[in-house]
């Protein structure tokens, strides 16, 4: 279903369906859909409704390279995608696939910059100039030389989409563009995105998560239902009764209003009356998240940690302590120095100086250091979750997985497994561990990280590439984790998830600990890692949808 007026239609969909070998049912169902030129659409659904697949039939990679059965047309600027592979569509159609790092094949940023445009021919002056419009567009000057897999992962994200805007496409597809992002780059990525839709008239096609990011610069939701239909339509009135919609939207919901706000700015114009309410029934420690306090021993103590990169100092001494029982999320701009910190916490990363100890499973004050232990040692004591997941993954399949793990965990045959079962049910224990989704990836990698029983655990960016519904999940496991007496950091940048899950915010710039905190003190104060219902309701300190919505009832 399409409900789009007459204009200079750029994409065409017609009576699209797209079947994969083997599946019982259609990905996608009988689409009819139209894209106008100079459009900002946003593609929305739950994990595993085929966003991915109905942006690879754009630019035909779908099902030119991955197989499967297309019945129907697509066509762009009037080129059909089932006689024009996607070589052939370069000129007009730039992607930005989920990994970036998958699709980079040159060593430098520069070089990488410059490599689309080689293929088209285009002239060495031009390159040129193309190629610092897109270093000053991203924000990325300084990295012009770097080595793009010392980058970290939102530098990496940048990178990706600078390399496709260098090619000057009419249509730009983007799937997850923010997902490694920091709230500020972020903001940054997606005004030089409207820019070229506004500015240039690009057509501009996004697959994201984050919509509470998006929605307000959408002329457009394309929303999947999960059955293979989809429908097109006006972001407020799509959004008003799909399963997915950013805080913003669910509060807006629960207050009644019309119509829906897309951003803080919309919203905090018709909040009042709802601060007024919420102001007699302010919110408790448990709807603001708090610091719990603990007068044990601490799980995790480290000391004037420092970890470098030739002249570059990632991690400058850093000293933290985690307590049993805590969620701490750890906060900071994309190259701040996060992931550095989890690997040396974890032992397995560089250290160039200071002290990591840890309790172990045998008396409480026998501290020890995971990077002089094994690796089946160390991670009994600190497991991690790294921000690509599948660099933990090497077997054929899921269940060899599994079994590896319960060996090197030395646990009964089946441990494993049920772990997954718990977290993410229904993964075919046969699947190859790299054909799972993203979500399901994170959840077999924490599943083997869990069969250890660590005492600490750590999670790189755990939230990339799941739905709100998938993150809701995993802010139950990490909670009952905690209530089972493990200390857990999350190095992430949403901070939606943060607002619902951490007890405490430690904030990272420039590798140092620049803020540590209650999680409502650090991130309500900050404008940019406050959630959206604290920009709405601000000064008071409301953090989720799901605290005002309880704070309402017991109002009435």
């Not at 070229?196 to 939701?221: C, K, P, S």
């Not at 497991?383 to 933990?392: A, I, K």
């Not at 060899?400 to 060996?407: G, I, L, R, T, V």
Request: charged share 20%; glycine share 8%; aromatic share 2%.
């Amino acid at each position: 279903m399409d409900s789009s007026p007459a204009g200079a239609i750029m994409i065409r969909f017609d009576q699209v369906s797209i079947t994969y070998p083997d599946a019982i049912a259609p990905t996608l169902r009988n689409v009819e859909l139209r894209i106008e030129e100079g459009e900002l659409c946003l593609v929305v659904g739950q994990t595993g409704v085929g966003k991915s697949t109905l942006l690879g039939a754009i630019n035909g990679l779908v099902p030119h390279f991955t197989g499967g059965t297309l019945s129907g047309r697509v066509t762009v600027d009037g080129r059909d995608t089932s006689t024009h592979p996607p070589r052939e569509l370069a000129d007009l159609i730039g992607v930005v696939s989920q990994d970036p790092l998958a699709g980079f094949v040159t060593d430098t940023v520069e070089e990488e910059l410059a490599y689309a445009m080689e293929q088209l021919a285009i002239e060495p002056a031009v390159m040129r100039k193309r190629v610092e419009e897109t270093l000053d567009l991203l924000g990325i000057a300084e990295l012009r030389n770097r080595p793009i897999r010392s980058l970290s992962g939102g530098q990496q994200q940048r990178v990706a989409i600078g390399s496709v805007l260098t090619a000057h496409p009419r249509v730009l597809v983007l799937d997850e563009p923010t997902s490694a992002l920091d709230p500020t780059a972020s903001e940054e990525v997606l005004a030089a995105i409207t820019r070229l839709v506004h500015d240039l008239g690009v057509t501009v096609v996004i697959a994201e998560h984050r919509l509470e990011r998006v929605v307000q610069y959408a002329d457009r939701v394309i929303y999947l239902h999960g059955d293979g239909t989809v429908t097109s339509g006006a972001p407020a009135e799509i959004l008003a009764s799909s399963s997915v919609a950013p805080p913003v939207v669910r509060l807006g919901r629960l207050a009644g209003w019309s119509p829906l706000p897309l951003s803080v700015r919309d919203a905090r114009r018709v909040a009042a009356s709802l601060r007024e309410e919420l102001e007699q029934n302010p919110p408790s420690l448990s709807a603001t998240t708090s610091c719990k306090d603990s007068a044990a021993e601490p799980e995790l103590t480290a000391k004037e940690i420092t970890v470098r990169y030739g002249d570059v100092v990632a991690v400058s001494k850093v000293s933290a302590e985690l307590a049993a029982g805590q969620i701490v999320a750890l906060m900071g701009r994309n190259g701040s120095g996060k992931s550095s910190l989890l690997w040396a916490l974890q032992g397995s990363g560089p250290r160039d100086s200071g002290l990591v100890s840890v309790q172990t499973n045998d008396a409480v004050g026998q501290g020890q250091d995971p990077s002089k232990l094994s690796s089946s040692e160390a991670r009994a004591l600190v497991g991690l979750v790294p921000q690509t997941p599948t660099d933990l993954l090497y077997l054929a399949t899921v269940q060899a997985e599994c079994s590896q793990a319960d060996q090197d965990a030395q646990q009964l045959a089946g441990t494993c497994e049920q772990l997954l079962h718990r977290i993410v049910a229904g993964i075919d224990p046969q699947a190859h561990p790299r054909d799972l989704s993203e979500g399901q990836k994170l959840a077999l990698v924490l599943a083997i990280q869990l069969c250890a029983k660590p005492r600490v655990l750590l999670l790189d960016e755990p939230t990339r590439g799941l739905d709100y519904t998938a993150k809701e999940h995993l802010t139950k496991l990490l909670q009952e984790l905690a209530d089972q007496g493990h200390a857990i950091v999350v190095s992430t940048h949403d901070v939606e998830f943060v607002a619902s899950t951490a007890d405490r915010v430690m904030v990272m710039a420039a590798g140092e600990i620049v803020a540590d905190g209650p999680t409502a003190d650090v991130v309500v104060a900050s404008p940019a890692f406050a959630p959206q219902v604290a920009k709405i309701l601000s000064p008071q300190p409301w953090l989720t949808v799901e605290a005002v919505a309880d704070a309402l009832k017991e109002k009435l």
